[in-house]
């Protein structure tokens, strides 16, 4: 599948505006992309080892106010680079990635398979509600029906479907209310393409775990600092193409399946 439920949850909650969970932010939003591989220090076997995390330090001048930088390293060679350096680079190859128009029916159809795993209870209350509504119309219609044969009851009966056109009205309502299920999914897919379209911008909106799973699902083998402190990944999802440049910079991704330029 393009997408897991869970990284479907985390798209479908944005689109909708909804608040995560509380949870202890323990990421530092000066440097969201702490935890990044150094490309020469990390093991394919073992990614905690060989990452970069986010640091300010000073030029050891006692001046008032004391100026500061943001840096990142890597906790193992301790080889650094800039903030602003990494992030331009981290932007600059998003910009370059664009859904492809081949696969963009693959995608709708991934998440038409995701949405319905994640609103599998509306799904199940629309077939209870339909079976509900059948079984209404037919206890009207016999009601209808056993008036001919029971005219001292008439105003009994009367009443009696009267109350079941009303249990009919209110069935139908929600009904119609449980069927907007594709509307919403309809918006969904609006938002999600332009979500792929516009991954640029909205990356940096994203908190720490919701960009980490992102990550995960566009670059399978995540992004990585290479040892001329180039910002390259091994590989795109399936559903992006790389706008390769006329010139390719080593260590920058080569074509669509990226993978770093050989030095």
Known sequence: AMITKEEFEIASRIAKGQKARFTINRHNPDFPMN?????????????????????????????????????????????????????????ALLSKCTLDPALKQDLIDSLRKAWAEVEENSLQLITRLKTKLILAEEQKMRLVMSLADNPDLKADLYEAINLKKEEINIIKDELEKAQDIESDFNKFVVFSLDFVDNLKSEWWTLDHDDRLRCEQLLFPRLLRLSGNKKVSTPEISIIYRYQ????????????????????
């Open 35 to 91: 935890g990044m591989l150094c490309q020469k220090c990390f093991i394919e076997s073992d990614i905690t080892k060989g990452k970069l995390t986010g640091y300010r330090s000073h030029n050891g001048k006692s001046a008032t106010p004391r100026k500061y930088y943001k840096r990142y390293h890597c906790r193992n060679c301790m080889s650094a680079v800039k903030q602003d350096d990494l992030h331009n680079m981290v932007s």
């Open 244 to 263: 390769a440049t006329k010139k390719t910079p080593v260590g920058a991704l080569i074509d669509n399946s990226g993978g770093p330029a050989e030095t």
